[in-house]
Nanobody, 125 residues
Framework: QRQLVESGGGLVQPGGSLRLSCAASGFTLDYYAIGWFRQAPGKEREGVSCIHGSSDSPNYADSVKGRFTISRDNAKNTVYLQMNSLKPEDTAVYYC??????????????????WGQGTQVTVSS
């Protein structure tokens, strides 16, 4: 059974940092694209960043470029999202998701079909 479990969310002041983790089980990252998405209250879900398990070419939403960094550790079957210079508008529930993709690229608009339960990130003073 393919599962994704997020961790690392919490409360942080504006300008602070958090690192989210997405631990995968039941499959290996090698042929999957892993994406981070977020949803704030009253807003639609937004793609934040993605990476393929066999590629070092991540993609980022414009709203987080230069502040967030996605990375992976295939030995741990885990994808990370390092979030720096956090802003109040980054407040949301953050989800990781996976989709099987033989081609070694990721696109945030792909139909991700395995989802974690989400972790809350709150940026507030």
């Amino acid at each position: 059974q393919r599962q994704l479990v997020e961790s690392g969310g919490g409360l942080v002041q504006p300008g602070g940092s958090l690192r989210l983790s997405c631990a995968a089980s039941g499959f290996t990252l090698d042929y999957y694209a892993i994406g981070w998405f977020r949803q704030a209250p009253g807003k639609e879900r937004e793609g934040v960043s993605c990476i393929h398990g066999s590629s070092d070419s991540p993609n980022y939403a414009d709203s987080v470029k230069g502040r967030f960094t996605i990375s992976r550790d295939n030995a741990k079957n885990t994808v990370y999202l390092q979030m720096n210079s956090l802003k109040p508008e980054d407040t949301a529930v953050y989800y990781c998701a996976a989709v099987f993709k033989f081609r070694r690229q990721c696109v945030l608009s792909d139909a991700y079909n395995y989802w974690g339960q989400g972790t809350q990130v709150t940026v507030s003073s």
